[in-house]
């Protein structure tokens, strides 16, 4: 076997593999002398077939099949003898020779990664507390959570909820599909495009109003993305909401045994705080791998980057098919996932750089930990524990977590670390960003 490569980019690899004709023409022989025992053709007793008749009828395709043959077995071989680590599936074509045989193998390969200067990146670190005031607003989200609504005949506020009929044209055609009949929209709430719900303010039961907005560019729907919209909209009825009072019923409700403020209070206090250290540490995650991808620069392989592609679109297809919807009217240019698919695929490649340099091994006891931490809002934690383990898949993507927090922690023990303190509000406004 012989093997030359050749650099077509910094990345890209063009391979090319030559196998002798002797070593072709042995593993036909072989093949072809199996076959004649085994065919059967007219005239002849099975068995007796002559060969050369055999080889007439066989040989093409018998070829084709070594050819397939050699190429699994002289593929890997060949990266080897090379030193090559190929990264994602290469584009092989046979060379149609008269002698021997040959094949390219075109492919990329993994970036060479320099992990100078890691040591010592520049990260910011938040800190943060819950305070009295934030239990007041989560419990105030908890009885709007609870509210109800009663109709009043007045014009409409902000916060109230409005029951519509309404109709959309767009560059002269009907989107709505004619009259949407008995909508409710609660005023501020932005489920509707934006400028849509500034216009339902100051409306009463039985009044008509027609404006215009536009679209935002981003809009899921391509035809109507960043287009202006005209809105006929009659209102149905108007309603105020109304707030249940946090009663020993209402903290019940929420799972606080006896019904005591107190408890309600340090029950919503203890999950804040947890949903606090969780935020935290995101948020430090985050400032580290930002720092990091800045730092260690490096061409990634589109093929990995292609891959991570259709890793970021699954969940968009997936939830279109549970709509009932085809995949062909789903619009999902792959440009609007390259960055993020590019800066996954690069970060991966670092890190595992960094945990092979490290010698950073998992840590079974945060393993065991990060599970019974993630069981501790199911009824059951002990199942859930058990279901993990149960699962070597389940249990691998928690170890690899693991191993990935393991390699930010080692990062930020050797960073320079500058403090900032935020609100807790703050906090969580932003990690739902």
Partial sequence: MQVSVEKISELSRKMTVSVPETVVQEKMAERLKALARQVKIDGFRPGKVPQHVVNKMYGDKVRGEVAGDLIQSTYYDALRDQD???????NIRDLDETEGFQYIAEFEVYPEISLAGIEGLEITKTTATVEESDVDTVIEKLRAQKKTWNEVERASQENDRISIAFSGISEGENFTDGTVKDFPVEIGA???IPGFEDNLVGLKKGESKTFSVTFPEGYSNAKLAGKPAEFSVEVIKVEEAALPVVDEDFIKGYGTQGGSMATFRTDIKANMERELVQALHGRLKNAVLDALYEKVQLVVPNALVDEEIQNLMKPYLESAKRNKLKQTDVQLPKEMFQDQ?????ALGL???????AQEIKVDDNKVRSTIEDMAKSYEQPEAYVSWYYSDKSRLHSVQQMVLEDQTVEWLVSKAKIANETMSFSDIMDANQR
């Fill in 84 to 90: 090559l680590k190929p990264a994602g599936q290469p």
């Fill in 190 to 192: 932005k489920q509707m």
């Fill in 341 to 345: 698919a590019q800066r996954r695929v």
């Fill in 350 to 356: 670092i890190l595992g750089e960094i945990i092979h």
